[in-house]
């Protein structure tokens, strides 16, 4: 029932930041853990960071202390702030329900090239 669209994606240069957005409808995520995953060629598919319901956070060691989850339960939305971006961050981005998952979205793009 609970549909997910990631957006927020593109090509940007090492160093610079982008902000994803995870917009779910058809229910709402507030009762659940969310997170956020990517998958990079020829590598399975990865967690990067979770958020609880009562907004405690958990982060990939990759990305910790330059990726922010967080989300905004009015808007039944889950948001990863990423910053100081790398090459190797480069991969589908997606969100889901941390556990039992929903259906996958399309997810979003994410290139990091000079």
């Known amino acids: 029932q609970v549909q997910l669209v990631e957006s927020g994606g593109g090509s940007v240069q090492p160093g610079e930041s982008l902000r994803l957005s995870c917009r779910a409808s058809?229910?709402?995520?507030?009762?659940?853990?969310m997170g956020w995953y990517r998958q990079a060629p020829g590598k399975q598919r990865e967690l990067v960071s979770r958020?609880?319901?009562?907004?405690?956070?958990n982060y990939a060691h990759s990305v910790k202390g330059r990726f922010t989850i967080s989300r905004a339960n009015a808007q039944n939305t889950v948001y990863l702030q990423m910053n100081s971006l790398k090459p190797e961050d480069t991969a589908v981005y997606y969100c889901?329900?941390?556990?039992?998952?929903?259906?996958w979205g399309q997810g979003t793009q994410v290139t990091v090239s000079s």
């Open positions: 958020i609880m319901n009562d907004l405690s956070t």
């Open positions: 889901n329900r941390f556990g039992r998952n929903f259906d």
């Open positions: 058809g229910s709402s995520i507030s009762a659940y853990a």
